[in-house]
């Protein structure tokens, strides 16, 4: 079936290093929508990125993502962490015009620190 | 722009009680809405997939009897939670989508309902 695989649970970061979060994807289909969605403390995801495009970058709020349908990859990337990166991100996949939900990756807890 | 509303934000009842949580979609067609649970420390389980005028698909561990889920037009979605216990606390979550929408793919989130079992 569908999976996404984030394997880091939790990344801590000085503030100013740059950022990685990993995302593979496993699916049959050949047109995924991947998504980046970021949770802050009691609240619900936000929409951070999405990428339909095969290796086109996509950017938003400093984050950027490339999706690479030949390693199945979907990471997270920025250049410089701030403390208000600190939160939850979680990887997710759709199956485009397949009637079908988004499947979310585990998520990696990202803490930035002074 | 396109927004869901999800209500109650937080709801606390007691075990063997049930709650019931809505949906409404502002400004686009809610064609599907997906209901997910976000359990303590894990991530985002789909619950059940419902579009209009499709029967409900339900996921592996839930079933209709324990979580009735009625999509009855294009805007409004609910969920119950039925006999609550202690294991089905957490955050419950919709997502809509539009399926005749340029960005089909894009999901819209509600805010939550966030469920504590005493």
């Known amino acids: 079936g569908d999976s996404v695989t984030q394997t880091e649970g939790l990344v801590t970061l000085t503030e100013g290093l740059p950022v990685m979060l990993n995302c593979t994807y496993q699916t049959i289909y050949s047109n995924p929508f991947l998504f980046w969605y970021v949770q802050h403390l009691n609240e619900s995801p936000r929409l951070l990125l999405k990428s339909f495009t095969d290796n086109k970058r996509t950017e938003h709020q400093g984050f950027h993502a490339t999706l690479h349908k030949s390693s199945s990859s979907f990471h997270l990337q920025k250049s410089s962490a701030q403390l208000s990166d600190s939160a939850l991100y979680y990887c997710a996949l759709s199956l485009a015009n397949s009637g079908t939900y988004q499947r979310f990756g585990t998520g990696t807890k990202l803490q930035v620190v002074p | 722009g396109a927004l869901v509303y999800q209500y109650p934000r937080r709801t606390i009842c007691k075990s063997g009680t049930s709650m019931r949580m809505e949906c409404q979609a502002v400004g686009f067609q809610a064609t599907s809405v997906a209901w997910y649970r976000q359990s303590p420390q894990k991530t985002f389980e789909l619950i059940a997939l419902?579009?209009?005028?499709?029967?409900?698909?339900?996921e592996q561990n839930f079933t209709q009897e324990k979580f009735p889920i009625s999509h009855p037009n294009l805007s409004f979605s609910s969920m119950t939670v039925l006999n609550a216990y202690l294991e089905d606390r957490g955050l419950y979550l919709c997502?809509?989508?539009?399926?005749?929408?340029?960005?089909?793919?894009?999901?819209?989130f509600g805010s939550g309902t966030r469920l504590t079992v005493l």
């Open positions: 419902s579009t209009v005028n499709s029967a409900i698909k339900y």
């Open positions: 997502g809509a989508r539009d399926w005749g929408a340029k960005s089909a793919e894009t999901l819209y």
